[in-house]
């Protein structure tokens, strides 16, 4: 009788997504081994992504492993993705657990490593994750850097805005109840009657809440005249857009306050 070692991942961001739960990946894997009288010798649970190998439950497979040389002779799991999205580092995991001889397999992409041609099979299950989170990350930065082409503050709001959705699901920024602290910080600062320090002293007894360290950037931010910084992307150059957010203080105010 073959011993197995079963092994079932997922992370967050995949915890909705169907086909991928961890009971369902158990279920399987055990109706699997029962069917072709596989011993289970252990079970290991993971919620992390699969990016790396440095993941809690696996470093703790790994150890058993190397502890126990001889008694396990498979390493389960429901498909490739479940094991690693990273083709080279997955290579890697493969040469050791074969040195260990232990024969990594997923249930639903089986494949006879023995065959030179299976590799390629292989190096497309696991190229095909990586290739996919690559896709997602070059897609996330390119609908920020959209969205900040249109005007839209996609990040956490500075002190004198509150983050909102607007009707079409879309990130934007409005006035908080700390809107007028900011115009009078903008407005004292500007007439010269009170030191940096003493002006923010003067506003955090009023409620405002910015540390010392933040209060000059407060005062630079060009979010106040409605700007938002669009990063350097691609060939294009860093500049500022026009926001659709409401601006709290005039151009005006604002390069007196710099100068």
Request: aromatic share 10%; with cysteine; proline share 5%.
């Amino acid at each position: 009788m073959k011993r197995a070692i079963i092994y079932t991942r997922v992370s967050s961001d995949e915890q909705a997504e169907k086909g991928y739960s961890l009971q369902y990946q158990e279920e399987q894997l055990r109706k699997y081994c029962t069917n072709r009288d596989i011993s289970i010798v252990a079970h290991y649970r993971e919620d992390y992504s699969a990016k790396t190998f440095d993941r809690p439950e696996f470093n703790k497979l790994m150890n058993f492993c190397k502890k126990n040389p001889g008694d396990v002779d498979l390493l389960l799991f429901i498909n490739w993705s479940r094991f690693g999205r990273n083709a080279g580092d997955s290579y890697a995991v493969i040469k050791q657990l074969n040195k260990l001889e232990i024969e990594p397999q997923a249930i639903e992409q089986p494949l006879d490593l023995k065959v030179p041609e299976n590799k390629m099979m292989l190096a497309f299950y696991l190229a095909s994750p990586e290739v996919e989170n690559d896709r997602r990350s070059i897609n996330v930065k390119s609908g920020i850097y959209r969205a900040k082409k249109e005007g839209r503050w996609t990040t956490l709001a500075p002190v004198g805005y509150r983050n909102i959705r607007s009707e079409d699901g879309r990130a934007m920024i409005v006035p908080s109840k700390d809107a007028d602290l900011v115009r009078e910080a903008f407005q004292e600062f500007a007439s010269g009657a009170h030191g940096m320090e003493e002006l923010r002293h003067k506003l955090v007894d009023k409620g405002l809440k910015c540390k010392r360290s933040r209060f000059p950037e407060l005062l630079r931010n060009r979010a106040y005249i409605g700007k938002v910084l669009v990063p350097a992307y691609k060939d294009e150059p860093e500049y500022y857009a026009k926001g659709i957010h409401e601006p709290l203080i005039s151009e005006e105010l604002f390069f007196q306050v710099q100068d």
